[in-house]
């Protein structure tokens, strides 16, 4: 039995962080209101996996260029980004693999308003 390609890639926090620092990534949130609220990754804009398993927000997902999801834990981005794979969204498309979780254990920087 042979495990299914991930349209997306699952990439670790370091990497992640990389990305976002080189620029030229979208940054996608896909967690709730009230996780945003308690602190979020600067330069990312919140489309709920809700919002995208649902379809309401599908539309907002950039059609072009790099997009990394991220969520708390890796779980619920890694979703969206198979969702967004789904909805012919080529990306490249990266999984930030635990989350905020791991961002804030890294003790990298944390956007709070």
Not at 12 to 39: C, F, M, P, S, Y
Request: one cysteine or more.
């Amino acid at each position: 039995m042979s495990n299914p390609v991930e349209p997306f890639e699952r990439i670790d926090v370091t990497a992640a962080k990389a990305l976002i620092d080189g620029g030229e990534i979208h940054l996608i949130d896909v967690r709730e209101q009230n996780e945003w609220d308690e602190g979020y990754i600067e330069g990312a804009v919140l489309i709920s996996v809700n919002d995208i398993v649902s379809m309401s927000r599908v539309d907002d997902l950039p059609k072009e260029g790099p997009i990394l999801f991220y969520c708390a834990a890796g779980v619920r981005s890694a979703l969206a980004a198979e969702l967004a794979a789904s909805v012919a969204i080529e990306g490249p498309l990266y999984n930030m693999e635990g989350g905020m979780e791991e961002w804030r254990k890294t003790n990298f920087p944390v956007r709070l308003d």
